[in-house]
């Protein structure tokens, strides 16, 4: 898979270790910043990570701030993208399974590198289930983001 990966100022540091998980897992990462630790505004990297994921350019996005929460509130406002913030493996299987999460946002300020690469092993890892219950409560999310954003 290609996985397209974005990290402000606070989650930049964990961003690394997490392209050195997707890489050895076979997979091609889109690192698209920052490259910094001075201070930048988190939604200028998770708005173009949950574009590529949303036009297909990329199969799923990670990102990472300090607590995850700005960069899954940011992702999720383009059409299409269902980010969960996830801090704990249970997590990390089950919005795989029943979400078909396709951006994962992490906080480096919450949790350690070990825990954050075992969650990115698992997300990886894990197929949605296809269950038609869980199809069709993403359905139904799909509706409200239509009912909200309108085609032009
Ligand atoms: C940066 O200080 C911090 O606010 C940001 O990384 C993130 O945690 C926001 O949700």
Excluded at 3 to 11: F, L, P, Q
Excluded at 134 to 143: D, N, T
């Amino acid at each position: 898979m290609k996985i397209a990966i974005g990290a402000d100022h606070a989650g930049v540091k964990l961003k690394d270790g997490i392209i050195a998980v997707i890489r050895e897992l076979g997979h091609e990462t889109e690192d698209l910043g920052c490259h910094c630790t001075d201070s930048v505004d988190y939604p200028d990297y998770a708005v173009p990570v949950a574009e590529k994921v949303a036009a297909g350019e990329a199969d799923r996005g990670i990102l990472i701030c300090g607590t995850g929460i700005g960069m899954s509130i940011a992702a999720n406002k383009v059409p299409g993208v269902r980010c969960a913030l996830v801090h704990d493996l249970f997590s990390a299987k089950a919005t795989r399974e029943h979400n078909d999460s396709n951006v994962l946002a992490m906080g480096e300020r919450v949790i350690g590198p070990g825990l954050a690469e075992e969650i990115v092993r698992v997300w990886l890892g894990t197929e949605f289930s296809q269950g038609e219950r869980h199809a069709g409560r993403i359905r139904k999310v799909v509706e409200a983001e239509r009912k909200y954003n309108p085609a032009p």
